[in-house]
């Protein structure tokens, strides 16, 4: 079974300090970190990537176990809320 990675609601994840600072809220962010690449083995729970804006920085954990089998997205690239950073697969 394939299972992806995807970037959480980031409105969720920034708004609250963005809010008490008055700001608009960026509903975008840069990967900073990427730590494994397609065809590399990842368990439940392991840093996949994280994320930054101004507002702060997100930790992507991966969903499940298995095999990268692709990755979509690089160190600098943008990404938006639901974008899918990577797909899993389970079975090999």
């Known amino acids: 079974m394939e299972i992806d ?9 920034f ?3 963005a ?20 065809g590399d083995e990842i368990e439940e729970g392991e840093l996949f990537a994280v994320l930054f ?7 992507i954990v991966a969903p499940a176990s298995g095999v990268l089998v692709s990755v979509r997205y690089e160190v600098g690239d943008s990404v938006a809320s639901e974008d899918v950073l990577a797909t899993i697969d389970t079975e090999r």
């Open 5 to 13: 990675i995807e970037v959480p609601d980031l409105l969720s994840v």
């Open 15 to 17: 708004g609250p300090s």
């Open 19 to 38: 809010a008490a600072e008055g700001e608009r809220v960026q509903t975008r962010a840069k990967i900073s970190e990427l730590h494994f690449e397609q």
């Open 53 to 59: 804006n101004r507002h702060g920085t997100c930790e």
